[in-house]
């Protein structure tokens, strides 16, 4: 197959100011949090021979380092009428194919034996069901998203609407 020595069109991303369909932000469970919690208390192990105050600071620290990283990095499904973001990714829905949500065994099947390895992918795992989205842009050669949703149904209706 000849390479083509110029660069694929990038889809327009239309304004920021479209209604949003659906939005959903992939938030840490609770027990992400208590494991968090527990991983900065081992501050106070660290510090505790040096001080007391040492060690609840540094705890105190690692708690709050790790919460920000938590925080930021929580990616966000958006639907509007022109275009669907997931995570750092975004296509425009004329390209958005056929859509399905898995849940439980199923879901498991999606994320790891049936997985194909060009996928574009916003897992979480502390959430169990996914959706899968066929891409359709002939020039994009990632055959489907796969991403985590605690609403699958509801991104599928999003998404299902014209």
Known sequence: MPESTSPAPVPEIPSPGAPVIYREKLWPNVWIWIISAGVAGAGILVFA???MTAGYT???VLFAIIAILLVL????IVVT???LTVG???IERRFVGAVEAFRKEEATAERGTRLNG???LCIRGWIDPVVKIQITDPSDQTPYWLTSSRHPD???AALARR
Not at 73 to 76: L, M, R, V, Y
């Open 49 to 51: 021979p040096i001080s």
């Open 58 to 60: 540094a705890a105190a």
């Open 73 to 76: 990095s929580t990616p966000a």
């Open 81 to 83: 009428d022109d275009s």
């Open 88 to 90: 750092r990714a975004s």
């Open 118 to 120: 060009l996928a574009y």
């Open 154 to 156: 509801k991104l599928t």
